[in-house]
């Protein structure tokens, strides 16, 4: 029922760092697990990263650590912080929160249909 909404991407040059932000009711933020996932043009959407409401972070394993994700449950905002861009990094970027779990992640950050709230997504940009 509720959309998240993404916002802080934009067009970079590789190298340079951008934080996305994901905004979600407080109930829906302190209820679930939330993610970033990311889906590059002729590509599945893969998992980015999860955080659950104890802070532990799970990484996907595709991620070579430039990925940073982090929370401010005051907002119950969820953020992104991506550093060192490269054009590979090219993608609408999603966030997303965990149905079937109460306030933890799954073992893996997947689109495996246990997630919701997909909104319009924030494109980033990166030119080498």
């Known amino acids: 029922q509720e959309h998240l909404m993404e916002s802080g991407g934009g067009s970079v040059q590789a190298g340079e760092s951008l934080r996305l932000s994901c905004t979600a009711s407080?109930?829906?933020?302190?209820?679930?697990?939330m993610a970033w996932f990311r889906q590059a043009p002729g590509k599945e959407r893969e998992g980015v990263a999860g955080i659950d409401k104890f802070g532990r972070t799970n990484y996907a394993d595709s991620m070579n650590g430039r990925f940073t994700i982090s929370e401010d449950n005051s907002k119950s905002a969820l953020f992104l912080q991506v550093s060192t861009l490269e054009p590979g990094d090219t993608a609408k970027y999603y966030c997303a929160y965990y149905t079937r779990l109460r306030q933890i992640c799954p073992e893996k950050i997947e689109d495996n249909g246990g997630w919701a709230g997909w909104g319009q997504g924030t494109q980033v940009t990166v030119s080498a």
């Open positions: 407080t109930d829906t933020f302190r209820d679930h697990c």
